[in-house]
T-cell receptor
């Protein structure tokens, strides 16, 4: 069965330092996509980064990079140079399926606290 | 380009009533998915619509239904509301087809409170 695991309920990081948020997944489908979203206290889900299962290079978007290790089924998010505004809930998600239907499942989330 | 919009943003209903939530996807996006977010269960997939057809459905009772219109706007309906239906309902859109962009964007959500 599809599963996303985020083992860190909460994380603290000093402002301007880098932080890694862990995510492991389980699927038997060879084609899938991995996402990271940020959810501030306002509730809106903000798209951060996407990695396809066939992508050879790790995805990067500004200060965000996804450390994709396919054999280990891990898709960790790295945030460089943390800012106070990065304090939020972070969700790892996986979408799999085909033209017959897609489904995205989410991990439980990691709450990141950035300290000044 | 406008983002995903959801209306209303907040709703208060009583048990037994029904509710309809609306989602307008990003222009050009044909897939709309709905999710329920609660503190206890986290984010759970409700259903996905593509070109007016439900392509996939999560494990929710039949009280939860939806539809998609020809302009890709989607509505979600919950009948006979229960206290446990109180949640943030999020919709997300993406182009939906193979070979298209894979980025999936969410709306701001509708916060439903059932009293």
């Amino acid at each position: 069965a599809q599963k996303i695991t985020q083992t860190q309920p909460g994380m603290f990081v000093q402002e301007k330092e880098a932080v890694t948020l862990d995510c492991t997944y389980d699927t038997s489908d060879p084609s899938y996509g991995l996402f990271w979203y940020k959810q501030p206290s306002s509730g809106e889900m903000i798209f951060l980064i996407y990695q396809g299962s066939y992508d050879q290079q790790n995805a990067t978007e500004g200060r965000y990079s996804l450390n994709f290790q396919k054999a280990r089924k891990s898709a960790n998010l790295v945030i460089s140079a943390s800012q106070l505004g990065d304090s939020a809930m972070y969700f790892c998600a996986m979408r799999e399926g085909n033209t017959g239907g897609f489904k995205t499942i989410f991990g439980a989330g990691t709450r990141l606290f950035v300290k000044a | 380009k406008a983002g995903v919009t959801q209306t209303p943003r907040y709703l208060i209903k009583t048990r037994g009533q029904q509710v309809t939530l609306s989602c307008s996807p990003i222009s050009g996006h044909r897939s709309v998915s709905w999710y329920q977010q609660t503190p206890g269960q986290g984010l759970q997939f409700l259903f996905e619509y593509f070109s007016e057809t439900q392509r996939n459905k999560g494990n929710f009772p039949g009280r939860f239904s939806g539809r998609q219109f020809s302009n890709s706007r989607s509505e979600m309906n919950v009948s006979t509301l229960e206290l446990g239906d109180s949640a943030l309902y999020l919709c997300a859109s993406w182009p939906g087809g193979l070979g298209t962009s894979n980025e999936q964007f969410f709306g701001p959500g509708t916060r439903l409170t059932v009293l």
